[in-house]
């Protein structure tokens, strides 16, 4: 099992920007894709972007395209989100996970990912 902290989120204005970081322990981290959800008050938790095992492959949800930008470093069991343009609708709290399975490219259902970070807020204000 693989423990994920989440660091990085704050209140911002729209058109601001913020970066977020998840550091994990545990397991092989660099065998893992990892990817960031988010979940808004009333709304069901919500895929936003993944990034594979080795960095190559990337994928985003089309409400943060050319927007937000996700990277890892396997020297540092470390994950980015890089979130610029921001605006209110992005405000929730904000996930990351792992994959269950290794060495796969990451989907983009919740029921790919196994282990999950207890969440970092987010507020863009208007």
């Known amino acids: 099992q693989v423990q994920l902290v989440e660091s990085g989120g704050g209140l911002v204005m729209a058109g601001g920007s913020l970066r977020l970081s998840c550091a994990a322990s545990?397991?092989?981290?660099?065998?893992?894709?990892m990817g960031w959800f988010r979940q808004a008050p009333g709304k069901e938790r919500e895929f936003v972007a993944a990034?594979?095992?080795?960095?190559?492959?990337?994928r985003y949800a089309e409400s943060v395209k050319g927007r937000f930008t996700i990277s890892r470093d396997n020297a540092k069991n470390t994950v980015y989100l890089q979130m610029n343009s921001l605006k209110p609708e992005d405000t929730a709290v904000y996930y990351c996970?792992?994959?269950?399975?290794?060495?796969?490219?990451?989907?983009?259902?919740?029921?790919?990912?196994?282990?999950w970070g207890q969440g970092t807020q987010v507020t863009v204000s208007s």
């Open positions: 545990g397991r092989t981290f660099s065998s893992y894709g």
């Open positions: 996970a792992a994959t269950k399975q290794p060495y796969r490219t990451p989907g983009t259902a919740v029921t790919d990912f196994g282990s």
């Open positions: 990034v594979s095992a080795g960095g190559s492959v990337t």
